[in-house]
C-alpha cells in the first residue's frame, strides 16, 4: 500500500512558521488531494483544526519523526494551478517574500479560508451507470438543490465520497461551483420566463384576452426566448412591474431571482473596428507572429515606438493571434486611469471575451471576475500590476503597456516588479511576453541590446502625423522680466489661442493640492505631520493641511506655534492651485482636475475621460496619471508647467524619469489632424533629460544615462537591495541598523574586498525619515550579478531567521529587492 505526502502552507506570517508542512494523505485522500486545493489539518499541540493549501506531493518521507493526517479536502478542483504554485514559490525565493505573503496575488480575492464549494445536478443529465452511493448523493441534491460540499459531507457521511463526487462529476451529472461566503451578497436580480411553452401562441393570447394589448404583447415577445430580466423585457416592451404580475397571476409566467455577476465593464461599448497596419506596424506584427508560429525561439518582445505609433492596434491583432490558437491573454496597464480607455477597445474588439481586474472594483466585482477568469468564461484580462496573477489555464500572452512605469513594481510584500514576474511566468507556462514603450525604462532597454529580449521599433507615428513640437521656457528669464506668474507668456498665450480655436489642453503638474507646505516668513517654520516629519500639504477645497504618507489632516494655522508671528504663508503649487489660478484666467473655459482627490469615487475615472472624449472639457489639470497612453485627438497644447519637480528629487532614476513623464506628457499632444505643441517651463533649461525630451530622442538619452550609471554603480550594471530598519525607537532602531551593517560588512569581505564602501552604503536615516510615528533608517547593498543570491541568502539570516540573535522585538525590517527608488 502506497502512501503520498502533501507539502502544506498555512495562513500565518509570523517567520516561525513561513515553512512547508508535510501531512499523510490517507487512502481515501491520495488519490483525491492535487497541488492547489485547501484541505483540513490537526495543526500545533493542541491539534487544532485548521486550513491550509497543498503546494506540492511527494512520494516519499525519511525524516524520522511521526506526521499527522489530513483530515478532509474542500475543493474538488484546486484553486491554484500548478503554474502559479510554482510562480509563487520563485517569488518567495526571489523577493525574500513569506510563503503566505506570496500566495495570496495568485488566491481568490479576499481571505482564502472564506471560499466555498458548491455542488448541484446539471439539469437533462444522463443518469446511465450510477452507483448505489452515487445515487444517495443525487437523491440528497434533488431534495437540497445547492448545496456546500462540507454540508454534504457531512450529512450524508459515505465513505469515499470524495471518489464518488469525481465519478459523478466526470460523468457529467453534478458540477461544482466556487463562491465567497456570505459576507459578500451574491447580486440577484428579477428574471421572466414563460411556464408552459406546450400551449401555442394562440392559445396563450385566448387565455391573456384580447383586450389586455400590453400582455398579449409580452407573452409575444417572451415566446421567442428562453428567459430574460425582467430590466431588459421592461426596455424591449416598455412595460412595468404590475403588468408582468397580472400574467405571473395568470399562471402564464414566472418571475424568479437569478444570481448575476457584478459587471464592473457598465456602459454600452461601440465596437472598435479593426485598423489596417502601415507599414512599420506590420513589420513589427509579423515578427512576433512568426515566434508563435515557432518561426523563432524568442518568447519576450520590446517594441520601443513613440508616442501615438500605433502599439495598441498591433497589441488587438497579437491576442485576435493568440485566441485563434485556443490560448488566452493578459493586458496591463500601469495606471487605473488607463483602463477605461484600454477597456473601450479591447470590449469593443472582443466582446464579452473581455474581463478586467484592478483595485477600484469592490470585493465582490473582483471575485466574480477571477471565478470568471478561472471557469475560463473569458479569454481576456485588461487590467493593472495584480492582473499578472489572472488564474487562466491556458495563457498564450502578457502584453505590459508602458512599462517602464514604476507603479508595476508593488510597495507591499511580496515586493515584486510585474515585468519580472511575467517573465517568470511565460517562461513557466510556454507563452509570450511584450513590452511597449516610447520610454523604455533603462534596464529593459539594456536588456533587449543584450538579447534577452527581442527589439521592435516604431520610430514614427501612423498616419504620418508629426510628433508635437516642444518649446522650452526658462522660468528664471520669465522671472527677470518681471513675470511672477505660474504661467509663462507662452504658455498664457498658447492656452488662449487653443480656447479661441475650439481645441483641448491639457496641463500637467506632478503634485496635488493647492501648495506644497506652509512655512513661517518669520522665523523660517514649516508645518510638518506630527506621525511622519514630512511637510504637510494645503488642500483648500476642504480648508485643511494633510499629510499624503499617513493622511492626517489638521487646520491650517492662523499664527506662528514658534514665534507667534502671523506672517505665516502657504508656498509652492499642487494642481488644485492650479486649477484655481486657470479658472480666474480664462472665466469662460470648461475646466477639470484630474488626481488622486477628485478620482476616489468608483467610476470617476471613467467619467472625467470620457467627457475630454465629447469634448465636454476644455482644459484638464492633473498629476502624472494624465501622462501616459491617453489618446485625445483634439488636444493640440500640453503645458508642462514645473518639469523640475521630478528631477530634484534626490534618487538615481530621478533623471530617467524626468525624461519619461516629460516625453509621455509631451505625447498626450497632435494625436489628431492639427499639429501639437508642447510647452515645458523649467528652471534648469540645461540638463540634459530636458535637452532630449526636447528633441524626443530617447538614443541620447540612453547613451548619456547608461554611462552614468556604469560609472556610479547602478543598474543593471548592478542588482540592489534595499534595506529599510523601522521602529518608534530612533535611538534603537540607528543601533540595530548599525549592528546589521557591522555584521554585512563582515561577512562580505570576501566579496567586496577592499571596495566595501562602494558596495554596502549606509547605515543613515531614510529620506522620509519618520513616516506612521515610525523612524527609518536605510541601508543600500549593490552587488554584482553572480553574488546576488550569496547576498539575498545573508539578507535571510540575519533580517527574517535573526540567525545572529539580535535584540529585534521592537524593530522591523522591509526588504526590496531591485528596489525602483533608494527613497
Not at 515586493?415 to 519580472?420: A, L, S
Not at 485625445?632 to 519619461?660: C, H, K, M, Y
Not at 509621455?664 to 508642447?678: I, L, M, T
Not at 533629460?689 to 548619456?704: A, L, R, V, W
Request: proline share 3%.
Amino acid at each position: 500500500m502506497s502512501i503520498k505526502y502533501a507539502e502544506i502552507i498555512v495562513n500565518n506570517r509570523a517567520t516561525q512558521v513561513d515553512k512547508l508542512y508535510t501531512y499523510i494523505l490517507d487512502d481515501e485522500l491520495k488519490d483525491i488531494v492535487k497541488e492547489g486545493m485547501r484541505v483540513i489539518i490537526p495543526f500545533g499541540k493542541g491539534n487544532k483544526l485548521i486550513k491550509g493549501i497543498v503546494v506540492n506531493i511527494i512520494d516519499t518521507w525519511d525524516r524520522g519523526y511521526k506526521l499527522k493526517k489530513v483530515i478532509d479536502v474542500l475543493d474538488d478542483k484546486p484553486l491554484i494551478s500548478k503554474e502559479l504554485i510554482d510562480l509563487s514559490i520563485w517569488m518567495k525565493e526571489y523577493y525574500l517574500s513569506s510563503y503566505i505573503d506570496t500566495f495570496q496575488p495568485v488566491l481568490p480575492p479576499g481571505d482564502f479560508k472564506e471560499v466555498n464549494t458548491f455542488v448541484e445536478i446539471i439539469e437533462n443529465s444522463n443518469m446511465k451507470d450510477i452507483d448505489k452511493d452515487e445515487l444517495n448523493i443525487l437523491s440528497y441534491l434533488n431534495i437540497k438543490g445547492k448545496v456546500l460540499l462540507e454540508d454534504l459531507k457531512k450529512d450524508l457521511k459515505i465513505s469515499n465520497i470524495n471518489r464518488w463526487l469525481n465519478s459523478l462529476e466526470n460523468k457529467g451529472i453534478i458540477e461544482t461551483t466556487i463562491d465567497i461566503k456570505t459576507k459578500v451578497d451574491k447580486k440577484m436580480e428579477k428574471w421572466v420566463k414563460l411556464l408552459n411553452k406546450a400551449f401555442s401562441l394562440e392559445e396563450m393570447h385566448e387565455k391573456v384576452g384580447k383586450r389586455a394589448v400590453k400582455q398579449r404583447e409580452i407573452i409575444e415577445f417572451l415566446f421567442d426566448v428562453e428567459d430574460i430580466s425582467f430590466k431588459e423585457l421592461s426596455k424591449s416592451t416598455n412595460t412595468t412591474l404590475s403588468t408582468i404580475r397580472v400574467l405571473e397571476k395568470k399562471g402564464l409566467l414566472e418571475i424568479y431571482e437569478k444570481e448575476v455577476n457584478r459587471n464592473p465593464i457598465k456602459k454600452d461599448i461601440k465596437d472598435y473596428r479593426k485598423h489596417n497596419l502601415s507599414t512599420a506596424q506590420r513589420k513589427v506584427f509579423e515578427g512576433i507572429v512568426s515566434s508563435f508560429n515557432g518561426g523563432d525561439s524568442s518568447n519576450k518582445f520590446l517594441i520601443h515606438g513613440v508616442t501615438g505609433s500605433g502599439k495598441t492596434e498591433i497589441y488587438l491583432q497579437l491576442v485576435e493571434e493568440i485566441i485563434k490558437k485556443g490560448k488566452e491573454a493578459i493586458i496591463l496597464v500601469p495606471e487605473i486611469s488607463l483602463t477605461p480607455q484600454t477597456i473601450d477597445r479591447f470590449v469593443g474588439r472582443f466582446g464579452d471575451l473581455v474581463a478586467v481586474l484592478h483595485s477600484k472594483l469592490s470585493y465582490g466585482e473582483r471575485f466574480d471576475e477571477w471565478r470568471r477568469i478561472k471557469e475560463g468564461k473569458v479569454k481576456i484580462v485588461v487590467g493593472a500590476r495584480s492582473a499578472v496573477f489572472a488564474p487562466f489555464q491556458n495563457l498564450g500572452i502578457i502584453i505590459i503597456d508602458e512599462e517602464h512605469e514604476s507603479t508595476y513594481k508593488s510597495s507591499q510584500n511580496p515586493k515584486y516588479n510585474t515585468i519580472e514576474v511575467a517573465a517568470k511566468r511565460v517562461d513557466i507556462e510556454k507563452a509570450f511576453l511584450i513590452m511597449g514603450s516610447a520610454t523604455p525604462s533603462l534596464e529593459t532597454y539594456y536588456n533587449s541590446l543584450n538579447g534577452d529580449f527581442k527589439l521592435l521599433e516604431l520610430q514614427e507615428r501612423i498616419n504620418q502625423y508629426s510628433l508635437p513640437e516642444v518649446t522650452v521656457v526658462d522660468m528664471r528669464e520669465e522671472l527677470s522680466n518681471g513675470n511672477k506668474s505660474i504661467f509663462s507668456k507662452e504658455l498664457y498665450e498658447s492656452i488662449n489661442e487653443n480656447l479661441n480655436n475650439g481645441k483641448q489642453t491639457i496641463l500637467f503638474l506632478n503634485r496635488r493640492g493647492f501648495s506644497t507646505f506652509v512655512s513661517c516668513r518669520n522665523c523660517g517654520y514649516v508645518v510638518k505631520c506630527n506621525n511622519c516629519d514630512i511637510s504637510m500639504t494645503y488642500h483648500r477645497n476642504m480648508n485643511k493641511l494633510r499629510c499624503h504618507y499617513c493622511g492626517l489632516a489638521i487646520a491650517p494655522p492662523n499664527i506662528c506655534p514658534v514665534c507667534k508671528s502671523n506672517y505665516i504663508k502657504y508656498f509652492g503649487i499642487g494642481t488644485e492651485k492650479v486649477e484655481e489660478f486657470v479658472k480666474e484666467l480664462f472665466p469662460q473655459a470648461r475646466i477639470v482636475r484630474m488626481d488622486m482627490d477628485t478620482t476616489t469615487g468608483k467610476g470617476s475615472h471613467e467619467s472625467i475621460l470620457e467627457d475630454m472624449k465629447k469634448g465636454k472639457i476644455d482644459i484638464l489639470i492633473g498629476t502624472q496619471m494624465i501622462s501616459k497612453g491617453l489618446d485625445f485627438e483634439n488636444v493640440t497644447l500640453v503645458g508642462i508647467i514645473a518639469a523640475d519637480t521630478t528631477l530634484n528629487l534626490p534618487d538615481f532614476r530621478s533623471p530617467e524619469r524626468a525624461f519619461q513623464l516629460v516625453t509621455q506628457v509631451a505625447g498626450r499632444a497632435g494625436r489628431g489632424d492639427s499639429n501639437g505643441k508642447v510647452i515645458l517651463q523649467t528652471y534648469n533649461p540645461d540638463h540634459y533629460s530636458i535637452k532630449f525630451s526636447k528633441e524626443h530622442d530617447y538614443k541620447s538619452f540612453y547613451n548619456t544615462e547608461i554611462a552614468l550609471r556604469k560609472e556610479f554603480l547602478y543598474p543593471p550594471f548592478l542588482d540592489l537591495i534595499s534595506l529599510l530598519i523601522y521602529g518608534e525607537d530612533n535611538n534603537k532602531v540607528a543601533s540595530i541598523a548599525t549592528e546589521v551593517y557591522n555584521l554585512f560588512v563582515k561577512e562580505t569581505k570576501w566579496i567586496h574586498k577592499e571596495t566595501i564602501n562602494n558596495y554596502i552604503i549606509g547605515p543613515y536615516p531614510a529620506p522620509l525619515e519618520k513616516i506612521k510615528n515610525n523612524f527609518r533608517w536605510q541601508i543600500i547593498i549593490k552587488s554584482k550579478k553572480e553574488n546576488i543570491n550569496s547576498l539575498k541568502s545573508l539578507v535571510k539570516r540575519v533580517c527574517i531567521n535573526n540567525e545572529y540573535k539580535l535584540k529585534i522585538d521592537d524593530v522591523k525590517f522591509s526588504i526590496d529587492i531591485d528596489p525602483n527608488s533608494i527613497l
